[in-house]
């Protein structure tokens, strides 16, 4: 039972399974970042391996030039107050506007910092664990469906997804920026409707994308 947040980055690195990268991820020299990381808190001594003290980012800084909203302010420094994984999912109030552009399509989470990683591009492997497939519907659902979405259809499509830490409220905020940088005017009449929503984040937020739509990029 969790009782308590744990810095597994750091335990893992002194245990030896990789590496932080300037990416703030940790990184497994042969597998890259794409791993999970658990504990067992034991009052027991076990043997343990040497942290690795010879694999590096070296030169490469992908992750920093690649990502959209410079988050990554300089190796191994997150401001987690510009990172689109948290604007999406933790932060629960408006998007700063400078910041709204830079979201681009993206309406929870980003793993962009991963994605241009070398590490990854080189060792990282698919699973074939059933439960992490891919399903396009969820990869890449359509923003008019989804900005439709009352509580129940919210409540009924995410069951048991991690997407409902937003709320509808914070998600369909999400996708309402997402259809104002998409900038087609068919969105138009969804978003007009979005503006009588019960929620004041979403009304805000589809008056923004309908301002950007309209002034055009």
Not at 20 to 27: A, H, P, R, S, V
Not at 89 to 116: A, S, T, W, Y
């Amino acid at each position: 039972m969790d009782t308590g947040p744990i810095l597994e980055r750091e335990l893992a690195v002194r245990g030896g399974i990789g590496f932080i990268g300037k990416n703030t991820c940790l990184l497994h020299p042969k597998m890259g970042s794409y791993v999970f990381l658990g504990e067992i808190i034991l009052d027991y001594e076990l043997p343990f391996d040497e942290p690795d003290k010879q694999s590096t980012c070296g030169k490469c800084t992908r992750c920093l030039t690649s990502c959209p909203t410079n988050a990554l302010i300089v190796p191994h420094t997150l401001d987690s107050r510009l990172c689109i994984s948290y604007l999406t999912i933790e932060h629960k109030k408006n998007i700063p506007l400078k910041l709204r552009p830079l979201m681009r399509n993206r309406i929870f989470g980003c793993d962009i910092c991963q994605e241009v990683c070398p590490y990854n591009k080189r060792f990282a492997i698919p699973s074939d664990e059933p439960a992490f497939q891919a399903e396009l519907d969820k990869m890449a659902p359509s923003l008019l469906d989804l900005i439709t979405l009352d509580d129940s259809a919210f409540r009924k499509r995410f069951k048991n997804s991690p997407i409902k830490r937003t709320k509808r409220r914070g998600f369909l905020r999400n996708v309402c920026i997402a259809l104002g940088n998409w900038g087609d005017k068919k969105a138009l009449p969804i978003l007009q409707s979005a503006l009588h929503d019960k929620e004041p984040l979403i009304r805000h937020h589809a008056q923004w994308a309908i301002q950007k739509i309209r002034d055009g990029f």
